[in-house]
């Protein structure tokens, strides 16, 4: 068995661990590779340093906890751009996990002086989707009794500034896909479509190239996918975070990720074989003088209109 | 090396690599740590589910917005399918939801998802990023055209429109690559940094 038979046959516990051992190192050991600006982020950060300084933008938490690494990192590094313009940002999340993601990113709001309540707040959880965005983009009040913290809502200097929708300068929705949750597509129909606030999308990976056809058509302002947007963002606001950390780790694994890809394929490629008739296996079997009988050699397959056998 | 002291912290990493160890083979501690994950899961989504209902139903009916029993009524509607006596009831509800989320979806969906995607494919042939959408468009669509026989000209069409949807598809495999790695650094990050503090 030579070099190549045996990575077509190698056990995939050894890949998980150097894959481990991949993300682990420079994690431990950053080596500080250089992250490139890509346009997508830059004409993002340009849009959001276009916006009125003192103005308020609606930011939407839909994403579950598998999804927390690729967003939140967006989440912080937009919200140090939007400090520094003093914008106010009012959080709202549809999954049930989404309002202790805004917690924990509005945190760092802190280190710029902002008040709860004045400048920003945690709406907390709405359920119900879309129908329910778009009953808050008319009359806040009408979905948001108690914010997440248990506070009258109407009492809240930053909610007295909002009636609807078209009060805030920019919407955006940090978004890991519509299960059970308000997806980008409801965004885009009540933001935009509904009250011509633009609307800026933080995606997972996975969901990058789909939605990258609303910012071509416009409809959409920007758009910043997973844990590569965040760490590009970072470096825009110079302000680093998990998303530069997580970089060099990222790079290193797909290193990895793409070696195996090319390996396994020159291994099979070199490995493979050129495919015998079972017909002509049969016939040149030594001592094989009588015809077999259908299903007398188990290397024989039924003859099938269409099949291999035709 | 300064390990973290905080319980949850201790929990959490412990149940990352609970999780991570089925990766080497099935066992009773990741079997463990998957049903812990399902019930918290459906746990914390009771108890937002429940502060929901409060802060915007109940509290304000309590306050006087009386109007918001009828949702409410209705809402409970829904749980008389698991009477088969009164189960007819509980598609009052499911209509009046289909019905909302259908008109409320239709409201945009024409303009953002039909016309302001093919206007976007409208493009000034000025670059070659032009072309490459507005070929591409037409060549994928040819690809779906199912009512007559494929000819000569539209095979090649039709096979040149496969490799564009290749080439997304190549894209959106590639982005889901790097957001499962992207998950998998964020629980090393949590183990390494956070629980074990190296």
């Known amino acids: 068995m030579d070099i190549f038979e045996k990575l077509q046959n190698l056990d995939k516990r050894v890949f998980y661990i150097l894959m481990a051992l991949a993300i682990a190192i420079p994690t431990i050991n950053p080596i500080g590779l250089p992250i490139d600006i890509t346009k997508p982020v830059k004409d993002t950060f340009d849009f959001v340093q276009s916006l ?3 103005s308020q933008v609606l930011i939407g938490f839909d994403y579950e906890p598998g999804d927390e690494i690729d967003l939140s990192p967006i989440a912080e590094a937009i919200f140090h751009q939007l400090a520094s313009k003093s914008i106010k940002i009012v959080a709202l999340a549809s999954y ?6 805004a917690e924990e990113c509005l945190e760092v709001l802190e280190e710029y002086g ?8 945690n709406l907390g959880h709405y359920a119900g989707g879309e129908p329910t965005l778009a009953a808050f983009a008319n009359d806040p009040l009408s979905i948001f009794a108690r ?20 009060d805030f300068s920019m919407a955006m929705t ?3 896909g519509p299960t059970g949750g308000t997806g980008t597509h409801e965004w885009v129909r009540q933001a935009v479509m509904a009250h011509g606030t ?8 996975v969901m990058a190239a789909s939605n990258q056809t609303y910012v071509q058509s416009g409809q959409c302002k920007g758009i910043l996918a997973g844990l590569r947007a965040a760490a590009e963002y970072e470096k825009l606001t110079g302000k680093k975070g998990t998303g530069t950390v997580g970089m060099d780790a990222q790079s290193i694994a797909h290193i990895l990720i793409v070696a195996f890809v090319v390996l396994g394929n020159i291994g099979m490629f070199v490995v493979r074989r050129p495919r015998v008739q079972p017909a002509s296996i049969s016939a040149s079997k030594p001592g094989s003088n009588s ?3 259908p299903g007398s050699d188990p290397s024989s397959k039924p003859v099938t209109p269409g099949g291999e056998g035709k | 090396m300064k390990i973290s002291t905080e319980i949850g912290v201790w929990i959490g990493a412990l149940s990352a690599i609970g999780i991570y160890s089925v990766l080497i083979k099935d066992n009773p501690f990741y079997r463990m740590v998957e049903h812990i994950f ?4 459906a746990g914390i989504a009771v108890v937002v589910g429940l502060n929901t209902f409060n802060n915007t139903a109940w509290s304000p009916m309590v306050q006087g917005k009386y109007s918001l029993i009828i949702p409410m009524l209705t809402g409970l509607l829904l749980y008389t399918r698991y009477f088969q006596k009164f189960s007819w009831l509980n598609r009052i509800p499911l209509s009046f939801l289909m019905g909302t989320g259908a008109g409320v979806a239709m409201r945009g969906a024409v303009e953002s998802q039909i016309v302001g995607q093919i206007s976007a494919t409208m493009v000034n042939l000025n670059k070659l990023d032009s072309w490459i959408v507005f070929l591409g468009t037409g060549f994928s669509l040819s690809y779906f055209f199912l009512t007559y026989k494929t000819g000569k000209v539209t095979g090649y069409t039709s096979r040149i429109g496969r490799y564009f949807m290749m080439a997304a598809f190549g894209a959106a495999f590639g982005n889901t690559v790097m957001g499962r790695v992207s998950a998998a650094i964020g629980r090393f990050q949590f183990i390494l940094l956070k629980w074990l503090g190296l």
């Open chain 1, 96 to 101: 049930p996990a989404g309002p202790t993601f």
């Open chain 1, 174 to 176: 940090l978004n890991d």
């Open chain 1, 291 to 293: 015809p077999s009988k």
């Open chain 1, 114 to 121: 902002y008040k709860y309540g004045e400048d920003y707040v």
């Open chain 1, 198 to 205: 633009p609307l800026i999308m933080g995606v997972t990976g």
């Open chain 2, 38 to 41: 399902v019930g918290a899961s």
């Open chain 1, 52 to 54: 009125p300084d003192g």
């Open chain 1, 147 to 166: 914010d997440w913290r248990g506070n009258d809502v109407s009492s809240l200097a930053i909610m007295k500034q909002v009636s609807s929708m078209k």
